[in-house]
């Protein structure tokens, strides 16, 4: 069996707080999650983040775990005398069980009273994130969850076995809001429930949306005579394009709002969403473009910079 040293894997210290624990796994769990990430390696990093967390949350488990020890990473050891003995393994291996399996196992015996004198005990409870797009949030969704948790045999060893969910991400959902699946978790032993499996949904980044709330921000690059004159602009929504009126004289960084067009709300209720509008200039003319402008320029007695000289 490999050493994991699961507080480098954090990245905290050995005597960081549970708040400290869950504040680094959300972060790195997000950074590393399959759906977000496409650095090809994320995907095992993810499996050793959420097994560290899952092992340094659990008060029984994180005290097993210190017992053993500084270790360097990857060394190769043999579980301690008082862990094997809660494993009728005849002698069998170590080397295809992970760490945080057999921790797993080693503090439900002792929790337990041991071999000799078992009594029911309740699965683990397992919360695996998961990236959700806005579009699924604006419309309700169907997704497939997979996850890999470990079952035991009949000899009480652990073997992680591949299971896929099918998720219901309801109407509105909210960054960081869980989702219960009763009895989808930990195996339970001795007679004992099954846990349960939490999905906590994180919200995608989008490219064209911005999330505030319930509300939602866009960029809105105008033309310099569409911010003038005013106009009737296409504007994407998540419900499709519809069309926003541009007042005259619309300046940049202004918020036009459309009513209605952000995130739906568990009430039945939406965000709004907000244009927020840029001045976007041709980075190249016509001669006919040209002659206009140098028209323009001649003829107008606007001047931007006329504050400068206020008062004085």
Do not use: C
Not at 33 to 43: A, L, R, W, Y
Not at 106 to 115: D, K, M, S, Y
Not at 135 to 157: F, K, T
Not at 265 to 285: E, M, N, Q, W
């Amino acid at each position: 069996m490999k050493y994991v040293d699961y507080y480098k894997v954090l990245g905290v210290e050995r005597d960081a707080t549970q708040a400290d624990i869950k504040k680094a796994y959300r972060r790195l769990a997000h950074k590393h999650h399959p759906d977000v990430s496409k650095t090809p390696d994320d995907d095992e990093r993810f499996k050793e983040i959420a097994q560290a967390y899952g092992t340094l949350k659990d008060p029984e488990k994180r005290e097993a775990y210190d017992a053993l020890g500084r270790r360097p990473q990857g060394e190769e050891f043999v579980p301690p005398r008082d862990w094997q003995q809660h494993f009728d393994q005849g002698g069998a291996s170590f080397a295809d069980v992970d760490l945080a399996d057999i921790l797993a196992v080693f503090t439900a015996a002792r929790q337990g009273g041991g071999r000799h004198a078992p009594r029911p005990r309740h699965g683990e409870d397992y919360e695996v994130p998961v990236s959700i797009t806005l579009e699924q949030i604006y419309s309700g969704a169907e997704m497939d969850v997979s996850i890999s948790v470990p079952e035991y045999d009949e000899r009480g060893l652990p073997h992680r076995v591949p299971r896929t969910f099918r998720v219901r991400i309801p109407k509105g959902a909210s960054e960081g809001q869980r989702l219960r699946l009763p009895g989808k978790g930990g195996q339970g032993m001795q007679g004992g429930r099954p846990g349960d499996l939490y999905i906590v949904m994180h919200i995608q980044p989008h490219r064209l949306y911005q999330v505030s709330g319930k509300d939602l921000m866009i960029d809105l690059a105008l033309a310099p005579w569409e911010a003038a004159l005013g106009a009737t602009v296409q504007v994407p929504t998540l419900g499709g394009d519809v069309e926003l009126r541009v007042p005259p004289g619309t300046v940049a960084t202004r918020k036009l709002r459309l009513t209605g067009r952000g995130l739906p709300a568990p009430d039945g209720s939406r965000g709004d969403l907000y244009a927020v509008v840029r001045i976007d200039i041709p980075k190249t003319l016509t001669a006919r473009e040209r002659d206009l402008l140098t028209q323009l320029a001649a003829e107008s007695k606007y001047n931007p910079r006329a504050h400068f000289h206020a008062g004085s």
